[in-house]
């Protein structure tokens, strides 16, 4: 097929600015189908002057927004969750298509997502001040929390729809006007979102959507307008994001990358644990920020757990995700496939035993992005496969004498996002976590991502800031708190 009949076949991916859809100016790039390879879509790079307008946009919606009642402003996420859910098939679907993800993660995904909507449903109560009558003689005292203003969103691209929820409807709820820019890899779920919300009644302007890569990014964390930066994805960027909101005078919540580990107890469930571990670090192809990519086998744990991750590892189906027999997708793009097996690389060199090599398996020669399932045994806490984050399907397998020992090799991570005992003892458990130093903690759980209600708690080098995304960490971050103290 020739180049312009190709291009004359691309999606378009349009921005949004003063509750329209139009198409950029800027530069655009090509994305593609990360199960075939194929092209599917133009993704503009916005210029300069369109940032800007949808910053203007932004702050001229804000006076009216922000005095909207909070039940009225709450109940047009009603309407944006019925009308997520009558195209939720659709939506998944295109989960699918930009990211790889097979349809069951896919779904997973859009039903956290749904529920970041149900949580800022319900924001109004989670608003309220605090009262205290007779703080002086004839003195009351109250406090009220306020919207900011501009808010930004800025995501990474493995969940497409779900990172986004996590951002922009408490912020709007909480009488915020917004602007996302999502993963130049995945934007297409946003523009998505944006469609449905403003089908849902939200007035014009208060949600905005720019593409782009660093510039963009750059102009939004300089703007004097913008209030408030939310971030979610890798560490280096995490760190350069807070610090230079911060310079700017923002507030601003930055969620990193990671390394998670899952210490397997000899006591533990083995066919629950292996079941569960697989499925935490194959899951999303290993693209996911709660993902095991260490397991620490404590004493003769080691033997039956490695044995029986790679049983369920050969058994694994690894495909299209739209084909509903895959069990596990491609990963993002060929930079990322590079890596991947470039990490493979290293962990040989650097001494591990490779127990199960998914170089070999018949998916890595599929056009698309395919790596299958590695797990590599006899893993030295100190090997970069076992500090670094590798973002793919390759698990670590170290192996430690005793509980303690597990949880030093959890504690010496630069990482802090979250970690997993596997046990049936209750005592272990609780040692476990009360000494292990991450903010997500599951006890016989693969991926501990908090339900929507609570925060999402990272730590260390995964967590640039103080108050979380969602939880009321996220209604604290969207709102300042302003105390009044009244002689009447
Ligand atoms: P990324 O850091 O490459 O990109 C994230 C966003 O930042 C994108 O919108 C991108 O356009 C922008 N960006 C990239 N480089 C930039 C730069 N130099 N300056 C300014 N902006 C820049 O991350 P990714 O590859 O899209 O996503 C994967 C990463 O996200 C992994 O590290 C994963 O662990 C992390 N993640 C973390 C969480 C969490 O909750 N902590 C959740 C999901 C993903």
Redesign the pocket.
């Known amino acids: 097929m020739s180049i312009s009949a190709i291009a004359t076949q691309l999606k378009p991916c349009p921005i949004y600015i003063d509750g329209r859809a139009r198409m950029s100016r800027g530069d655009v790039l090509i994305q593609h189908n990360p199960a075939t390879g194929e092209p599917v879509a133009e993704i503009p790079i916005c210029t300069h002057d369109e940032v800007a307008a949808a910053i203007a946009s932004a702050q001229a919606a804000f006076p009216a927004w922000s005095t909207t009642p909070v039940l009225n402003r709450c109940r047009v996420l009603f309407h944006f969750h019925q009308l997520m859910e009558k195209h939720a098939d659709e939506l998944i679907a295109l989960v699918t298509e930009e990211n790889g993800k097979v349809r069951e993660e896919a779904r997973g995904s859009f039903q956290r997502g749904l529920e970041c909507v149900e949580f800022a449903c319900g924001v109004s109560s989670l608003m309220m001040g605090e009262t205290v009558e007779h703080v002086g003689a004839d003195v009351d005292g109250w406090s009220t929390r306020l919207p900011l203003g501009v808010c930004v969103g800025?995501?990474?691209?493995?969940?497409p729809l779900m990172?986004p929820l996590w951002m922009f409807p408490v912020a709007i709820a909480c009488g915020n006007t917004f602007v996302l820019?999502?993963?130049?890899?995945v934007p297409r779920s946003s523009v998505r979102l944006l469609e449905l919300v403003y089908e849902a009644g939200l007035p014009a302007g208060v949600m905005n959507l720019v593409h782009g890569?660093?510039p963009v990014?750059?102009q939004l964390l300089t703007d004097p307008r913008v209030k408030a930066v939310s971030?979610?994805?890798?560490?280096g960027?995490a760190r350069?994001?807070y610090a230079t909101a911060a310079a700017n005078g923002k507030r601003a919540q930055a969620?990193?990358?990671?390394k998670n580990h899952s210490v397997v107890m000899p006591d533990a469930d083995m066919k629950h644990s292996a079941t569960t571990i697989m499925s935490s670090s194959f899951g999303c192809a290993g693209e996911r920020?709660v993902a095991t990519s260490v397991v620490v086998a404590v004493g003769e744990a080691a033997d039956p757990l490695l044995a029986a991750l790679k049983k369920a590892a050969d058994e694994m189906k690894v495909g299209d995700g739209a084909d509903r027999s895959s069990v596990m997708g491609p990963i993002i793009n060929s930079e990322a496939k590079k890596r991947i097996l470039n990490y493979i690389d290293v962990g040989e060199q650097e001494g591990a035993k490779l127990a199960r090599d998914g170089r070999k398996d018949p998916c890595c020669d599929n056009d698309g992005y395919f790596v299958g399932p590695t797990i590599f045994d006899n893993v030295k806490p100190s090997m970069r496969i076992a500090r670094e984050?590798i973002?793919g399907p390759v698990l670590s397998v170290v192996r430690a004498r005793d509980l303690q020992e597990a949880v030093d090799v959890v504690n010496a991570s630069e990482y802090g996002?979250a970690s997993s005992i596997f046990t049936k003892s209750g005592h272990t458990a609780r040692e476990f976590s009360a000494k292990v130093q991450t903010g997500m903690v599951g006890i016989n759980v693969g991926v501990p991502a908090p339900v929507a209600i609570f925060p999402?708690t990272?730590w260390k080098g995964?967590?640039f800031g103080d108050l979380h995304a969602l939880g009321k960490d996220g209604v604290k971050f969207y709102t300042e708190t302003r105390v009044v103290t009244c002689r009447w």
């Open positions: 800025i995501t990474p691209f493995n969940f990172v820019k999502p993963s130049e890899r890569t660093k990014v750059d971030f979610v994805g890798s560490s960027v350069y994001i969620l990193g990358g990671a920020c984050e973002f996002n999402f990272g995964s967590f």
